[in-house]
């Protein structure tokens, strides 16, 4: 009898772009503070980042001679993953930013690997195994450890925690929806680069609509540092991470994929020791090393059935 196959999660072609997503979404939190607090609305914000990443996806959309001639079909879908990937769930944790730090909006996002094994498991048909559900059982340890290190860290008062806490999970909810709509059928009949180029513009769109309707006509920041945030988090964060992210939703599912989320909050935490001088402690050294047990006994699982 032949040896079995090693999951696909652990080949270098889906290990690769999770780690370069991991590594590149791990430093946004840490970006997206650059953001807030200069003047402009929070929506604006928004918004140049996914111009900016629209656009340059539509470049890359051109030179790869992929056609946005969609069909009704293919615009709802794009329409529907602006709004749910590009314009809520941003939105939704810009402004958790602005109420809770950094690090715990990111600790809280990991629980994203929730919500897409259920939703997963409801639409796609993908069984979780014992393997999966123990990584998972695992990670989740570990984010709630490095949770209650955060939360204790935090400043604020219990009314912004929660609503801080809110607005996370509102942005978690948004993006699962997404990442299930990355491992559907109707996905894959339409070209990546053109359908997230859509998307996206789709999504600045509702952006630049939502942020005139309650803020005002444009509003724009002098300090370069700024701009340089909205470039990184436009070509880095989303039109580099996103093509690669939704590949390796495409490849092992969206509950493994959304393993990416995890670690994220470790790595934020260690660039925050770098430049923010963040001190750790055993409670949080603890969540951390659960967080990525968890992850390689989940990444070792076999692909979810369908």
């Known amino acids: 009898m032949p040896p079995e196959a090693p999951p696909r999660s652990t080949r270098l072609a889906?290990?690769?772009?999770?780690?370069?997503?991991?590594?590149?979404?791990?430093?946004?939190?840490?970006?997206?503070?650059?953001?807030?607090g200069g003047g402009v609305p929070t929506s604006w914000s928004v918004c140049y980042r996914f111009l900016?990443?629209?656009i340059a996806m539509l470049v890359l959309a051109l030179?790869?001679?992929?056609?946005?001639?969609?069909?009704?079909?293919?615009?709802?879908?794009?329409?529907?993953?602006?709004?749910s990937q590009f314009c809520l769930n941003f939105n939704f944790v810009y402004r958790a930013e602005m109420?809770?730090?950094?690090?715990?909006v990111a600790v809280v996002?990991?629980?994203?690997?929730?919500?897409?094994?259920?939703?997963?498991?409801?639409?796609?048909?993908?069984?979780?195994?014992?393997?999966?559900?123990?990584g998972s059982g695992i990670a989740i340890a570990g984010v709630a450890l490095l949770f209650l290190h955060e939360a204790r860290r935090d400043?604020?008062?219990?009314?912004?925690?929660?609503?801080?806490?809110?607005f996370t999970l509102a942005a978690v909810m948004s993006a699962s929806v997404a990442n299930v709509m990355q491992a559907t059928e109707?996905?894959?009949?339409?070209?990546?680069?053109?359908?997230?180029?859509?998307g996206m513009l789709i999504g600045a769109t509702c952006n630049a609509a939502y942020a005139f309707a309650t803020s005002g006509p444009p509003a724009f920041d002098t300090r370069f540092s700024y701009w340089g945030g909205v470039l990184y988090l436009g070509l880095a964060a989303s039109a580099l991470?996103?093509?690669?992210?939704?590949?390796?939703?495409?490849?092992?599912?969206?509950?493994?994929?959304?393993?990416?989320?995890?670690l994220v909050p470790v790595i934020a935490m260690l660039i925050s020791t770098l430049f923010e001088g963040y001190r750790w402690s055993v409670l949080a050294a603890a969540g951390a090393v659960l967080a990525m047990v968890g992850l390689v006994i989940a990444l070792r699982a076999k692909r979810p059935n369908r």
């Not at 109707?186 to 859509?198: G, S, V, W």
Request: proline share 4%; hydrophobic share 55%.
């Open 109 to 134: 996002f990991a629980l994203l690997l929730v919500p897409n094994a259920v939703f997963g498991r409801i639409f796609l048909g993908q069984r979780m195994g014992r393997q999966l559900l123990a």
């Open 99 to 104: 109420h809770i730090t950094s690090g715990l």
């Open 186 to 198: 109707t996905a894959k009949r339409y070209p990546m680069f053109a359908m997230l180029a859509a």
């Open 14 to 36: 889906v290990l690769i772009p999770f780690g370069i997503v991991t590594l590149v979404w791990g430093s946004t939190w840490f970006v997206i503070t650059g953001q807030l």
């Open 52 to 54: 900016t990443a629209g």
């Open 63 to 83: 030179w790869k001679r992929e056609s946005l001639a969609f069909d009704a079909r293919g615009w709802g879908f794009a329409a529907l993953l602006g709004l």
């Open 155 to 166: 400043a604020a008062g219990t009314g912004e925690l929660l609503a801080g806490i809110g």
């Open 241 to 262: 991470a996103f093509p690669l992210y939704f590949g390796v939703i495409r490849a092992i599912g969206p509950a493994k994929a959304a393993y990416s989320g995890v």
